[in-house]
Structures are given as C-alpha cells and as structure tokens.
C-alpha cells in the first residue's frame, strides 16, 4: 500500500521558514514526479512546485514562491522535502505532496496526473 505522509508544517511568524517533508511508503520514489499543492480557506487547491524523478530531478516552482521556495529529494530516505523561506500570510493553506509515476519533467498545474496524495499538513503565517 503507497502512502504520502507530510510532516513540518505549523504557526510561523511571517518573514520566517518552514521546511515541509514528504515521506513515501510503499513505493520508491525514484521514478516518480513529486508535486506540492496547497488550498487555502475558500480556495481551491493550486500547485506550488514539483520536482522531476531522480534521473532529472529538474524543478518549477508557481511564480507566487519562486526564489522563496525549494525542492529538494533524499533519496536514501525515500523523502521529499520543500523548504519554504520569506513566508507570508498569502502562504497560508493546507499543503499536499502528491506522486506521479513519470520520468518525464514534472508539471505543477496537472493535478489529475498524479497517482498518489498525502493527507496535507497545515502552514499558518501570522502577520
């Protein structure tokens, strides 16, 4: 059984950091395209990065993080992780790392393409 468990998430003041994890069971991440997305109250869920499978590992970033956001693969411990710097209240949401059987270079903004979801964990950024 595949399993996505995101972790790292919690209240941040903002200007500050958060580093998410994405920790996969079940499956070897290697030739998969990992997404983050997040939803935040009353909006519908966006794409916020991906990284590409290992043979790659090419990344795109939403242009709402991009230079404040990063991507980055531990492959030895099969876990994804987003480090999140610069966070404002806009970074608010519920985020999700979702998995893609694909070795391909990985799209942010196909939601339906990916096979596997984690159950989210919840950023806050306080002002």
């Known amino acids: 059984q595949v399993q996505l468990v995101e972790s790292g998430g919690g209240l941040v003041q903002a200007g500050g950091s958060l580093r998410l994890s994405c920790a996969a069971s079940g499956v070897t991440l290697d030739n998969y395209a990992i997404g983050w997305f997040r939803q935040a109250p009353g909006r519908e869920r966006e794409g916020v990065s991906c990284i590409s499978s290992r043979g790659s590992g090419s990344t795109d970033y939403a242009d709402s993080v991009k230079d404040r956001f990063t991507d980055s693969r531990d492959n030895a411990k099969n876990t994804i992780y987003l480090e999140m710097d610069s966070l404002s209240e806009e970074d608010t949401g519920v985020y999700y790392c979702?998995?893609?059987?694909?070795?391909?270079?990985?799209?942010?903004?196909?939601?339906?393409?990916?096979?596997?979801w984690g159950q989210g964990t919840q950023v806050t950024v306080a002002s």
């Open positions: 979702a998995a893609e059987f694909w070795l391909g270079k990985c799209d942010l903004n196909g939601m339906s393409q990916y096979d596997y």
